[in-house]
């Protein structure tokens, strides 16, 4: 059948049953992600199938986790930058529709990642099988990176499995487990990994037919007047989340779906041109730099930390969540605080923290096995890795070393939690400074991304790539920073978020603050987020980098404090809170705010940015724009607050620094840093 023809990327297999097995294995690549030449040789493969279709297709991965990644995205940039995104949609769309468009059967046997353009090449096949297995996830992740999916996503998902199913799927980049694929009928059956393969290809012996209420659904949800109606209350719903101006895409997606006709050859067309327009726009640069950015902070993490069981001091709710996070991603860990009553709170949330991302018990108890209470500290001599996290106090941390770093291995590593206290002041306390840096972790710690790993000069380097090295092993990015106080995120964001409070204070009501900061991109506002941190989180951190930074505590805090009233954990703060949300006041409708205050809020953390850039808290700007991204949420269609500086214009930004200081006081007066030519770059 293939004759003459050699494939790098592609693996075909003709059985005796007369069914075809085709395996996708990238070469050089660790996982399957579509290239130009992966995509041509599928095409001369196709091209082979139309003329001599077999029995049937299966088309599998010859990797052992990954069904296909999606698109090549350094590709992507390339095409972007070449102005020939559209040439290779409308290739990719081709070769696809020649899948789709055989004779035969076919059939996607999925095991592992099935994204973006792998969930559209499963797509273009009549069946798809994929394994019960945690690491089968199918999900179109596009509009994280500023477009919408381009080879037949939006053309085919809607018409399978309808569209108040698909469009939530390809609007929020939500993943599907391959138990809710099936029911949603995206996957055809279910089987393990070791019977993937003869599954497909009893599929293709025994088609079977779709059940009628799918097929109806898919029809009536499709219809003209239907879209019609639809797409502009779904475009509203979106709208709620997320701003059109900061991110088209998902408005672009609705859109597509909306104009698209019966026709499949019109509904790729109007898809290919909506990608090719998105991925001009800066949100998409700005969202593909993002992930590139993510993907250097996931590779600072290689190799072997040697760090299997993890003791923890202090179970509040940051110790206590680190502990479990730490226990669910399969380390062994002891847990210690003064009394027991202290420590079973932090198992009981780490209980609720199991069921939410283990759901059977079978899973659950082998991961609550691995949380242990040790009120007496004797996982201290048997851990690879001591993490302390108490109260915010240099004296009782410094007692805390003395006393617990006799009783360490002679190799363990010694690692605070601190959220602002100099690494510099707190290694005094400590003998083996070597082995002595920060693990510092942002609250709600199953939710946050990223922990910024803390130096000190005496920090030895091969400590330090261990650290990295075990925050990839529990699913973090790691961001080596400079020890300084608030080091790089709470550094960058109190300015910001004390501007705010001082505004509050001024009388500037806490929605307005909120709104100007969201209309930013900020995805939550400065004061809910006091509130969710905690006002006493505020004052300590607030008070430890307002010294450094010259910046004061605005007044009021200490009576909410006096008052019990210490934000969201309480129940009220600047706040009041229910079920876990704000109830915000109303504003009066005649109310005009300042046209200032975004500025106030925002120029001093891009102020304070560009001073971290110029003191060398981390090795460079890039890794300073994910630091913030990925630890306060900045506006990440932006890309970061140097990438926004950047954009914006360093002496644009200078010059309104230098308008506020005049205006409000010296704390807006430009840092050192604003002249570096990284920012003219």
Same mark, same amino acid.
């Given at each position: 059948m293939f004759e003459g023809l050699r494939f790098a990327h592609w693996k075909p297999d003709l059985g005796a049953d007369g069914i075809l097995v085709l395996t996708f294995d990238r070469a050089d690549a660790p996982v399957n992600a579509f290239n130009r030449?992966?995509?041509? &040789? %599928?095409?001369?493969?196709?091209? $082979? *199938? =139309?003329?001599?279709?077999? @029995?049937?297709?299966?088309i599998r991965s010859g990797k052992p986790d990954t069904f296909i990644a999606g698109a090549d995205i350094t590709e992507f940039e390339k095409y972007e930058k070449e102005g020939r995104v559209l040439a290779s949609i409308e290739n990719g769309q081709r070769v696809f529709q020649s899948i789709a468009r055989l004779r035969c059967p076919t059939v996607a046997a999925i095991h592992g990642a099935c994204m973006g353009g792998g969930f559209e090449l499963s797509l273009a096949c009549?069946?798809?099988?994929?394994?019960?297995d945690a690491k089968t996830r199918l999900a179109f992740p596009e509009v994280m990176l500023g477009i919408i999916p381009g080879w037949g996503g939006t053309a085919r998902l809607p018409r399978l499995i309808g569209a108040p199913e698909a469009l939530p799927l390809m609007l929020t980049g939500k993943s599907l487990s391959a138990e809710a694929a099936k029911s949603l009928g995206v996957i055809d059956k279910l089987t393990s990994p070791e019977l993937l393969v003869a599954e497909a290809r009893e599929l293709i012996a025994h088609p079977r037919a779709r059940?009628?209420?799918?097929?109806?659904?898919? #029809?009536?949800?499709? %219809? #003209?007047?239907?879209?019609? !109606?639809?797409?502009?209350?779904?475009?509203r719903q979106t709208a709620a989340k997320a701003n059109p101006q900061h991110y088209p895409a998902p408005f672009a997606l609705i859109d597509v779906w909306r104009r698209g006709g019966s026709s499949i050859t019109q509904r790729l067309k109007i898809e290919a041109r909506a990608v090719a327009r998105l991925a001009t726009t800066p949100t998409c640069r700005n969202l593909v730099r993002v992930y590139f950015l993510q993907e250097r902070l996931k590779k600072l993490g290689g190799g072997d930390s040697g760090i299997q069981r993890v003791h923890v001091v202090g179970a509040g709710v940051m110790g206590g969540d680190i502990a479990? #996070?730490?226990?669910?991603? /399969?380390?062994?860990?002891? *847990?210690?605080?003064?009394?027991?009553?202290?420590?079973q709170p932090a198992l009981d949330r780490a209980q609720d923290l199991f069921a939410k991302r283990l759901k059977t018990p079978e899973a659950i108890a082998p991961a609550a096995a691995r949380l242990k209470a040790?009120?007496? /500290?004797?996982?201290?001599?048997?851990?690879?890795?001591?993490? &302390? =996290?108490?109260? &915010?106090?240099l004296q009782a941390k410094e007692d805390l070393y003395r006393k617990t770093e006799p009783a360490?291995?002679?190799?363990? +590593?010694?690692?605070?939690?601190?959220?602002?206290?100099? *690494?510099? &002041? *707190?290694?005094?306390? !400590?003998?083996?400074?070597?082995?002595?840096?920060? +693990?510092?972790?942002?609250?709600?710690?199953?939710?946050?991304? %990223?922990?910024?790993?803390? $130096?000190?000069?005496?920090?030895?380097?091969?400590?330090?790539?261990?650290?990295l090295a075990f925050c990839k092993k529990i699913d973090k990015l790691p961001v080596p920073v400079k020890g300084t106080p608030g080091f790089l995120v709470n550094r960058i964001l109190f300015p910001y978020l004390l501007e705010a409070l001082r505004m509050f204070k001024e009388g500037i009501p806490g929605p307005v603050l909120d709104k100007a900061a969201k209309k930013f991109g900020m995805p939550m506002g400065p004061i809910e987020l006091a509130d969710t941190v905690g006002l006493d989180v505020c004052v300590s951190v607030g008070k430890e980098v307002g010294e450094f930074l010259h910046l004061d505590i605005p007044d009021g805090l200490d009576g909410y404090l006096a008052a019990g009233k210490k934000g969201k954990k309480t129940g009220e703060g600047l706040y009041k809170w229910e079920?876990? @949300?704000?109830?915000?006041?109303e504003v009066d409708p005649k109310y005009v705010a300042p046209d200032d205050i975004a500025d106030r809020m925002i120029l001093p953390l891009l102020n304070e940015s560009v001073a971290c850039l110029h003191d060398g808290v981390t090795d460079d700007a890039d890794l300073l724009d994910a630091g913030v991204i990925f630890g306060t949420g900045f506006a990440p269609f932006r890309g970061g607050p140097i990438q926004h500086v950047k954009s914006e214009g360093a002496d644009k930004l200078k010059a309104q620094l230098d308008a506020l200081a005049t205006k409000y006081g010296a704390r807006f007066t430009p840092k050192p840093g604003w002249d570096s030519p990284v920012l003219r770059s």
């Open positions: 030449a992966a995509m041509d &040789e %599928l095409a001369q493969i196709a091209e $082979r *199938l =139309a003329i001599e279709p077999p @029995k049937g297709v299966v009549r069946y798809r099988v994929a394994t019960r059940a009628f209420a799918q097929r109806a659904t898919a #029809w009536a949800t499709n %219809l #003209w007047p239907v879209r019609q !109606v639809l797409a502009p209350i779904v475009a479990a #996070w730490c226990a669910l991603r /399969g380390f062994e860990v002891t *847990l210690q605080d003064r009394e027991m009553k202290y420590i040790d009120v007496d /500290g004797s996982g201290i001599a048997n851990a690879d890795l001591v993490i &302390e =996290a108490i109260f &915010e106090n360490m291995k002679a190799d363990a +590593l010694l690692a605070t939690n601190t959220s602002s206290i100099p *690494l510099a &002041e *707190l290694r005094q306390a !400590v003998n083996a400074q070597g082995r002595f840096l920060g +693990l510092h972790y942002f609250n709600p710690v199953a939710q946050m991304p %990223l922990v910024e790993i803390v $130096r000190q000069d005496h920090l030895d380097a091969a400590n330090e790539a261990r650290a079920n876990g @949300k704000p109830v915000k006041p």
